[in-house]
């Protein structure tokens, strides 16, 4: 039996951590800004809600803070998460929270559709490996606790806003190292309601970036949202974008978000 040596044990640590895979993301971000046009904000932000409290590994802003990107960091051994493309493959639309103030005072924070550069698939469903079926789905898990940060970052920025007109657009992302797989089930009546399995040729294709969108918010911290023209079933949906860290700069570059007309249709 081999025993390693302290430093050896020490570097398994802290490679099972995380951390350098956050600190590798955040240079990237900085290296690569004059391209992408964002910054790294924040790193190891803490946050607490009435349930946990914890840190977000980043935030990255663009436009002299108007738009932030709020960050989890996720990396994996060798992953590979698999999607089921249930929105179409070129989505464009992704759900966001503006938060806006009037002279430090009315404050008001929502949650709506904006479009916005790379297109990508949306799904609703992710499989990982390892997940058995008494296990809560490991992506929605971090997708919420990505959301309740997010929220508690909004509130931040409410209370110390003393513009006589603030605004800013916070954006759930998740940056991992998994190749990200997706398929689309064109014929669900070709699947086996025996064995439950896909179709045989059921094809996946990769991909660098997704929109994962479903109801993922819970309640909310933040108090009530405005309800523009989404049925009332589709307010809880969020998106989280998830995007595989060797296409991130590509991603950010593409990523130029813009306020979608309340009357316009998801894309």
Same mark, same amino acid.
């Given at each position: 039996?081999?025993?390693?040596?302290?430093?050896?044990?020490?570097?398994?640590?802290?490679?099972?951590?995380?951390?350098?895979?956050?600190?590798?993301?955040?240079?990237?971000?900085?290296?690569?800004?004059?391209?992408?046009?964002?910054?790294?904000?924040?790193?190891?932000?803490?946050?607490?809600?009435?349930?946990?409290?914890?840190?977000?590994?980043l935030i990255l802003?663009?436009?002299?803070?108007?738009?932030?990107?709020?960050?989890?960091?996720?990396?994996?051994?060798?992953?590979?998460?698999?999607?089921?493309? $249930?929105?179409?493959?070129?989505?464009?639309?992704?759900?966001?929270?503006?938060?806006?103030?009037? #002279?430090?005072?009315?404050?008001?924070?929502?949650?709506?559709?904006?479009? $916005?550069?790379?297109?990508?698939?949306?799904?609703?469903?992710?499989?990982?490996?390892?997940?058995?079926?008494?296990?809560?789905?490991?992506?929605?898990?971090?997708?919420?606790?990505?959301?309740?940060?997010?929220?508690?970052?909004?509130?931040?920025?409410?209370?110390?806003?003393?513009?006589?007109?603030?605004?800013?657009?916070?954006?759930?992302?998740?940056? $991992?190292?998994?190749?990200?797989?997706?398929?689309s089930i064109a014929?669900?009546?070709?699947?086996?309601?025996?064995?439950?399995?896909?179709?045989?040729?059921?094809?996946?294709?990769?991909v660098g970036y997704?929109?994962?969108?479903?109801?993922?918010?819970?309640?909310?911290?933040?108090?009530?949202?405005?309800?523009?023209?989404?049925?009332? #079933?589709?307010? #809880?949906?969020?998106?989280?974008?998830?995007?595989?860290?060797?296409?991130?700069?590509?991603?950010?570059?593409?990523?130029?978000?813009?306020?979608?007309?309340?009357?316009?249709?998801?894309?």
């Amino acid at each position: 039996m081999v025993v390693k040596s302290p430093e050896d044990q020490a570097r398994d640590i802290v490679n099972a951590s995380g951390f350098v895979f956050q600190l590798a993301v955040a240079h990237e971000v900085r290296e690569q800004s004059g391209t992408h046009g964002w910054s790294v904000r924040d790193e190891e932000h803490p946050y607490a809600t009435p349930n946990r409290s914890g840190y977000i590994d980043l935030i990255l802003e663009r436009g002299g803070g108007s738009t932030l990107l709020i960050v989890e960091c996720k990396r994996t051994r060798g992953g590979i998460w698999a999607f089921i493309a $249930t929105g179409g493959l070129n989505r464009r639309h992704v759900r966001r929270l503006r938060i806006a103030s009037r #002279s430090g005072r009315k404050r008001d924070a929502w949650w709506e559709d904006f479009s $916005t550069e790379p297109s990508s698939p949306e799904a609703a469903f992710c499989a990982v490996r390892g997940s058995e079926d008494r296990q809560a789905p490991m992506l929605e898990n971090l997708a919420g606790r990505l959301l309740e940060s997010l929220e508690c970052v909004a509130g931040e920025l409410l209370g110390k806003a003393t513009e006589d007109l603030f605004q800013c657009m916070l954006i759930p992302m998740i940056v $991992t190292n998994a190749r990200l797989m997706v398929c689309s089930i064109a014929n669900p009546e070709a699947i086996s309601l025996t064995e439950g399995d896909l179709p045989p040729n059921t094809r996946f294709t990769e991909v660098g970036y997704v929109r994962f969108r479903k109801s993922l918010g819970g309640a909310s911290l933040i108090g009530p949202t405005r309800r523009w023209n989404d049925p009332a #079933s589709k307010e #809880s949906e969020r998106t989280v974008l998830v995007v595989n860290a060797e296409h991130l700069t590509e991603f950010l570059g593409w990523c130029q978000p813009r306020v979608a007309d309340e009357q316009e249709g998801r894309e």
